[in-house]
Structures are given as C-alpha cells and as structure tokens.
C-alpha cells in the first residue's frame, strides 16, 4: 500500500451500508464476523441495535447506486459474484446464530438508516429469529429420470409400428416417472411433518433444466426447516423413500440459513419516520 | 416396475449450502429473504425481470458446457460446425426430370386414346 493521500471526499455520502443479514448476538457471531469478506471483498461488522443485530459492509457509494447496482445485477459475472459473497457470509454467520437472511443488494446510506429498520420491526425479527434458532434450512430436489427405453437399433430402420411403440413406451415410463416424483414429494412432506422431523416446508419452482447442472426434469423443489438434533433422521428419511421409487433422483442441499423461511416483516414501514427515531447509543 | 428399476442406485450425497450450485444460490438470495426496504431502491420488478432471464440464459458458456448444453453449437446461425443447409438445386437435373415427365404424360395420353379406339369401331 502506498501511502499516496486518497482523493478528497466528495460532499455527500462516501460509504453506504451493505446489509446481509438480521441476527440474534453473540459473541461466536461477532468473532467469526471479524474473519469475513463480504461483497467486493470488503470487511464484515455487526451492527447493534437494541435486541437484534445486522451484519454490514461498509462499502463505496457510488459502486452501489440506483443505477450500478442495475447493471451489477444485469451482468451476470458480477451477479454470480455478488450472490455468492452475499450467501458467504450468511451461511457463515448462519453456523454462530439464528439469522434472517436479507435479499441481495440491500443497501442502506448509513447505520441509523439500518437502526431504524430493526427498532421498527423489532418485535417481528425477535419472534421469528427465535423461531428459527436451533434450525438448518435443507433442500430436497426430485428429479423424474425416466429409465432409458430399450436403444433402438441404429443401423436399422424401424418399421413404423415399432416405431410407434417404442415412442409409447417413452411416454409412459416418462408420465409414470413425473407421477413417481410428485408422489415421492407428498409422501417426503407427509413423513416429515407427521413425525415432527420438519418443522415447516416451502415448495419452490422446480428449477428449470438450463439451471440446474442435474440430469432429469425437476418435479419437486422443496425445503424443510429442519430441527438441527434431526439432520441425521431427515436425511436417512428421505433417503430411504427415495430408494423405494424408481424412475426418479433425489437431491438434498444443505444446510442453508433459513432463506425459505424469513418472513418480510408484516407491513412494510414507510422509508422515514422521524417520530419513531430512536438512535442507539 | 421392476425389481431391477426399483434397486437403481440415488445419488443422496448433501451438498454443503456454501458450495451450492449458483441455480441454487441465486434462487435463494434472489427470490428468498426477508425483503425489508433498503434505502438504495432496487426496483423489485427488474429483480423479477432478471430472474425470469437467469431463468433462461446459462451463466457461461463453460458451465453450459460442463452441464452438457452446447445446442448452439447445433444451430446454424450460431456455429460454422452446425449442419450445412441443403445444396441449391441442380438446375440440369431438374430439368431433365420435367422433361421425362412431359414425356410420360404424353406417353399415357396417347395410351389412354389408343385403349379408346377399339369402342369406337
């Protein structure tokens, strides 16, 4: 580093606050936090409000406007490594506290911005932060695979009939392999919240082929909040439903902070409020 | 289904949320979340806009690639090693044939007309 003196500080705003999460603290959160890199590469803090907490970059105004942010996201170089910066350091943290994961690129111009946000909604953040503790979020994809038909011969034409059949056959093994999937599915959320191993589920839009590296069509995009104590019982659980299905993959992801499972606050305050400021200490 | 289906082998391996597939990542950080408003207005409809793209588009062409997605590379107007569209005619030939075909109609008029002229003794 060179100690040539930086270019003097425009009038407004040089810093804003990138946030990626809301947590419960404690001090592991706090010590881990010191050891991250967050997007840009930029060091990682946690700000303390009055019961709750966030974890924040300090980063430079202007790489996180209105309009750069729109063509950061627009570019999906710089998207994939936003993303995976931002799902860094909450999956992290996410190991040292119950956290609520923020979406991407939420940006506030300074500390008491942020401040005011978690005093507005602190009831909401402190009820579903200790909801959530003691709890991993897991995916569960299901894939119908359908068994390949029998290989046509390919040095031979086929007669028409032959023809007709074996296209049949492909129908019906790939119906009867979409069936095998969602069945799997309904009978995996069946399992695990009636023997309480799951304490909430969310089904998500199968992924499209073009976005998921796995072979097969996704049918079942699910995730489970899962008690940590139960890891080990969910996943034998659904590996032995999987095992009894033909015709399909199975997929579990895990473990995730609780994306699927936070909750926006109940109504949206509006952006300012003077009268509800309170500025901590 | 058969036996032999049923005992076909599921890959159950977990996959750590860190090293997650980006589909996976972007789905969750994109999509998911506590949504409260940050100061810096991201507009939530180009956010739509954008996943609906990631939807559609392939990160790069090397994970495209690595996923076995290369139907470009089948495509005409994309790639020189995609199939070449069919030769332009032979002129010549194609006339030969209109020709040989005048010629048999002519052939089966006059048939026709012979097979005619016995009724009309």
Known sequence: MTSEPHPPPPAELTETVYAYAVLLQNEAAERAARELRGVDGLPVRILHGTHTAAAVSDVPAHTFTEEVLAQRLDDLTDLERLARAHHQVIAALASHTALLPLRLATVYLDDNSLLRRLHNDDSHFRTTLNHLKGHDEWGVKIYADPPAATPPPADRPRSGREYLRARRASRDGHDLAHQAAADLGAQVDRTLTEENWATDVRHHRPQPATLSAAPGENIVNAAYLIPRQHTRTFQDRVTALAADTAGIRVEITGPWAPYSFAPPPPEQTERTDPATVRTTP | ?121
């Open chain 2, 1 to 121: 289904m058969t036996d032999a289906l049923t005992r076909r082998p599921t890959a159950l391996s977990p996959q750590p949320g860190s090293a997650g597939n980006l589909a996976d990542i972007l789905e969750r950080v994109l999509d998911k979340g506590v949504v409260i408003a940050g100061d810096i207005k991201i507009n939530l409809l180009d956010i739509e806009l954008l996943t609906i793209k990631l939807r559609l588009l392939i990160v790069s062409v090397d994970t495209a690639r690595e996923m076995g997605i290369d139907w470009w590379e089948h495509d005409p107007t994309l790639s020189s090693r995609a199939a070449r569209p069919a030769p332009p005619p032979d002129l010549a030939r194609t006339e030969e044939l209109a020709a040989e075909n005048a010629r048999l109609r002519a052939e089966l008029h006059s048939l026709n007309a012979r097979l005619k002229e016995p009724d009309d003794l």
